[in-house]
């Protein structure tokens, strides 16, 4: 069975810092194209930031320079570093692992990050 299950979503202050982490179980995780997405009340689901199989990085312009993602393939873990946070960057954060051949993809339950003061 495939789970994947953040942690670490929590309330902040603005500017202030949180990591989120996403353990993986159940799949050759050093294979997968990983992830993180995250949604607001109202609002579709947005792509943060991508770490390849390789580590090529992506990031969502609006995380730039602020987050970072990371992947532990010895202990199938991957974590978002968020700093300096904004009101806006409140959602629901989600982990995500996906790969090409065959087509699967698999998905977090997602944790809360709230900013405010």
């Known amino acids: 069975q495939v789970q994947l299950v953040e942690s670490g979503g929590g309330l902040v202050q603005p500017g202030g810092s949180l990591r989120l982490s996403c353990a993986a179980s159940?799949?050759?995780?050093?294979?997968?194209?990983v992830g993180w997405y995250r949604q607001a009340p109202g609002k579709q689901r947005e792509l943060v930031a991508t770490l390849s199989n390789g580590g090529d990085t992506t990031y969502a312009d609006f995380v730039k320079g602020r987050f970072t993602i990371s992947r532990d393939n010895a202990k199938n873990t991957m974590s978002l570093q968020m700093n300096s946070l904004k009101p806006e960057d409140t959602a629901m954060y989600y982990c995500?692992?996906?790969?090409?051949?065959?087509?699967?993809?698999?998905w977090g339950q997602g944790t809360q990050v709230t900013v405010s003061s």
């Open positions: 159940g799949i050759n995780f050093s294979i997968y194209h």
């Open positions: 995500s692992a996906k790969r090409s051949w065959p087509a699967r993809e698999y």
